[in-house]
C-alpha cells in the first residue's frame, strides 16, 4: 500500500542542532526571520530511511565502518535506474560530503599556482576549494539570455588557449561543472556539457563533476551525468553525487565520488589519505535505504516542490513584479533578481533581515554576477512559503 507523506506539517526545528533553525541570531543577526537559505529541506526523511537507521542504532555497537557490498551496489543499481550508466563497483569511492571531495579532487589534479575553472555565479564553497589548494580561479560566466543563463564557449576556449607572450603552456587544469548549476538552478543538457567537455578535455583539462542535485528536477527534465557521455569523458572526470539533497540527508555526510580511471582514481585516494576520512556508518545505512526504497517519498517531494515552485513564481509575477524570477529547471535553491529594487548589497541584505525578515542568501555571496540576487530555498511547507512570500510583497510594496 503507497505510503502518503504530509508535507505540510510544519515541524518545530529549533533546540534540534539544526544550523537552518538554531542559528538565526547568529547568521541573520535576529531570531524572527523565516530562514530559507541553506540548502536542506523541512520535511522528514523517508520512512524506509527512519527504520532503516533506527534498526541499526539497536545494534549497540558503533566500531570502525567500512561499507559492505550492498551499499556499493545500490549506488550501482541507483545510477543504472536513474540514469542508464553502467558503472563498476570498484569505481565508488564515498567521502563525507562533496565539498570535502572537491577539495580533496583538485589537490590530486593540480599543482598550486594552476587554474581552475568556475561557473559565476557559482556556489560559495567552491572559491575556498580552489583558493585553499594554492590554485586560482579563473571565471568562465555564466550569461543571462533573457530569464535563464546559457555558457560562454568563447570564453572557455579562451581560458585554455596560450596567451601571446606567455612562457609556458596553459595552466588552466580543471573546470569544477556544477549540474544541475546552484545557484541558477540551470540543468545543462547533454549536447550543452558535451560542448563543455569537448573544449577542457580536448585542451587536456578534467572536468569534476559536482552533480549533487541531480534527482531534484522539475517536471520535464532529465539529467544526463556527464561521465555517461563517452568514454573519453569517463576517462578524464571525476562525478560527485549523494543522497544528502534527494533525500535530506546532509547532517549525516555521505557522498559517492565515482571516478572510472584508475589513476584518477589513485590519485584521489593517495591525496585523501590522512586527511578526509570515510562517513560515518549512518550514512552508510541511510545511503543504501534511500537509494533501494525511497523513491515514494521522493516522487511525493518532488511533486510538492513543483507546486511550490509554480506558487512562488505566480505570486511574484502578480503581486511582486519588481523581483524577476529566473527560470528554473533543478534544485530546490531559487536564483531572484531584485535588481529593480536598486539596493546595494548591505541595503538588500538589510532590506530583507529586518524588513522583510526573511533569510534567504546574499547573492553577491555566489560572485560578482550574483550582487542584486538572492537565492531562495523553497523546499518548506507552504504555509511557511507563503508566509515569506506575503513578507516579501508587503517590504517590496513599502519602499
Not at 39 to 50: E, G, N, T
Not at 254 to 265: F, G, H, Q
Not at 284 to 302: I, T
Amino acid at each position: 500500500m503507497k505510503m502518503k507523506y504530509d508535507f505540510d506539517h510544519v515541524w518545530d526545528r529549533k533546540n534540534t542542532d539544526s544550523a537552518k533553525w538554531g542559528g538565526l541570531e547568529r547568521v541573520f543577526g535576529r531570531d524572527d526571520v523565516i530562514p530559507m537559505w541553506v540548502a536542506d529541506m523541512d520535511f522528514p526523511v523517508a520512512q524506509p530511511i527512519l527504520e532503516a537507521l533506527g534498526e541499526r542504532v539497536e545494534h549497540p555497537f558503533y566500531g570502525y565502518t567500512f561499507p559492505d557490498k550492498g551499499v556499493t551496489e545500490s549506488v550501482v543499481e541507483r545510477v543504472w535506474k536513474k540514469f542508464n550508466w553502467e558503472i563498476d563497483p570498484e569505481w565508488v569511492v564515498f567521502t563525507p560530503g562533496v565539498i570535502p571531495a572537491l577539495n580533496v579532487a583538485v589537490r590530486a589534479v593540480t599543482h598550486p599556482g594552476d587554474g581552475i575553472i568556475l561557473q559565476e555565479p557559482a556556489y560559495f564553497p567552491f572559491f575556498s576549494v580552489v583558493n585553499s589548494s594554492g590554485c586560482h580561479i579563473e571565471n568562465n560566466q555564466v550569461t543571462r539570455v533573457e530569464n535563464r543563463y546559457e555558457m560562454d564557449y568563447d570564453d572557455l576556449k579562451e581560458k585554455f588557449s596560450v596567451q601571446p607572450g606567455a612562457r609556458g603552456p596553459n595552466r588552466n587544469k580543471a573546470i569544477i561543472f556544477c549540474n544541475p548549476h546552484n545557484p541558477i538552478g540551470r540543468l545543462w543538457t547533454l549536447d550543452e556539457a558535451a560542448r563543455m567537455g569537448e573544449i577542457v578535455i580536448g585542451n587536456g583539462g578534467i572536468v569534476i563533476a559536482d552533480e549533487i542535485h541531480c534527482e531534484i528536477l522539475m517536471k520535464g527534465y532529465t539529467h544526463t551525468p556527464f561521465a555517461s557521455i563517452s568514454e573519453n569523458f569517463a576517462q578524464n572526470s571525476i562525478t560527485c553525487m549523494s543522497p544528502s539533497k534527494t533525500f535530506n540527508l546532509p547532517g549525516l555526510e555521505i557522498s559517492s565520488i565515482i571516478i572510472p580511471n584508475k589513476k584518477l582514481r589513485d590519485d584521489f585516494t593517495s591525496t585523501r589519505a590522512g586527511i578526509l576520512p570515510n562517513p560515518n556508518l549512518f550514512g552508510y545505512v541511510a545511503l543504501e535505504a534511500g537509494y533501494r526504497h525511497g523513491d515514494e517519498w521522493l516522487e511525493q517531494v518532488l511533486d510538492y516542490l513543483q507546486e511550490n515552485l509554480d506558487l512562488v513564481t505566480a505570486f511574484i509575477e502578480e503581486y511582486i513584479p519588481q523581483i524577476k524570477v529566473m527560470e528554473h529547471q533543478g534544485t530546490y535553491l531559487l536564483w531572484l533578481d531584485f535588481r529593480t529594487l536598486v539596493l546595494d548589497n548591505d541595503s538588500l541584505r538589510t532590506f530583507m533581515r529586518e524588513k522583510a525578515k526573511v533569510g534567504l542568501n546574499d547573492g553577491y555571496t555566489f560572485g560578482e554576477s550574483g550582487r542584486g540576487f538572492q537565492r531562495m530555498n523553497f523546499a518548506c511547507p507552504r504555509s511557511m512559503l507563503q508566509e515569506a512570500l506575503n513578507r516579501l510583497e508587503t517590504a517590496v510594496n513599502s519602499l
